[in-house]
């Protein structure tokens, strides 16, 4: 019942996460729990009976959660064979379309933190899908690259990932796909510093 | 980059678990990385420049998911005062609203795993925010209830959120707002099993 860590000082990390640590002396935003990691009998139901889910309801934000979850729960389930969740076929997307990518531009590609790009690749490095390339320019970098097998897995996962995305949007018609991704490119326009 | 344990045989759990976790012989779903812990510098670009999206620019799932990291990153900003995320904020606003919550039914309204529920309420306790309390009718299990602090705090984030909210949605008119959330409601429709 008792919390005997909440003041405890943060362990200080050496270079120029030192400074960063100093800032932030404790991780004030824990990383998301994420989707169920295995999918909840019969699935994530966004309103679940005789439960009062109070201001939730009337948020866009908490809407765009609630369907990220079902599709997250749907990817899942297409791609098993595979064990390819949303954000690894995300990296092989953009790691085969782009040369000489560096773990730091896959995550600010992806929006996620370096942190999570690196566990994001050691995953898919030992899955052997993807390999870390010396680059040429900079001995200390290296270049993300698909492997052979990474090539032919992200050929198959594509049109399982194709054939998922069409199920998610299968109960719109084509005019309202695009009025939705419409909509969603136009939230959260950015805050003026 | 050899991947030994891709075929060893689960620890197998009891009861009903058994057959799943034979079906799923290691964690298939690594934990998503999630947006960036620190806000990337001019904030997430889901469009970097000389970047090739390939078919992540045509899928649904990826317009959400672009939607939902700028969603997340206005979200911390607005809240940061209370180090309140997403996932901590839907937490308080179902634990004020219902009462005798257990930890797995919060895991189950929110679309988490319980491991991750145990996380988000630890941090929620840490903050003195939550408190759990032994359950009258069941000595082993416990509800989940706001603490004073918390019922304040939850207060003043809930504010915070609905302008964040708006702000969100500021570019749409609220007929716009009201086809986005309906046409969200109807994605991912669930599979016939």
Known sequence: MSSDSSDAPAGITKGTRAAEARRKPRD???????????????????????????????????????????????????????QITPP?????????????????DLARILGIARSGAVL????????????RRPAAEDRRAYSLVLTPTGKRTLEAAKQAVIAHDAHVASALTEQEQATLKSLLGRLAPPRAE
Do not use: C
């Not at 109070?54 to 990817?75: H, K, W």
């Not at 690894?88 to 730091?104: G, Q, Y």
């Open 120 to 131: 994001l690749v050691d995953a898919l490095e030992e899955m052997n899908l993807v390999a």
């Open 88 to 104: 690894r076929f995300s990296a092989l997307v953009i790691i085969s379309r782009n040369p000489k990518l560096k773990l730091t």
């Open 28 to 82: 004030p935003l824990a990383p998301d729990p994420g989707p169920p990691s295995t999918g909840a009998e019969g699935g994530f139901d966004p309103h679940v009976p005789d439960i009062d889910y109070g201001v939730l309801d009337s948020l866009v934000g908490y809407a765009i959660r609630r369907a990220q979850i079902r599709i997250y729960e749907d990817f899942v389930a297409s791609l098993a064979q595979w």
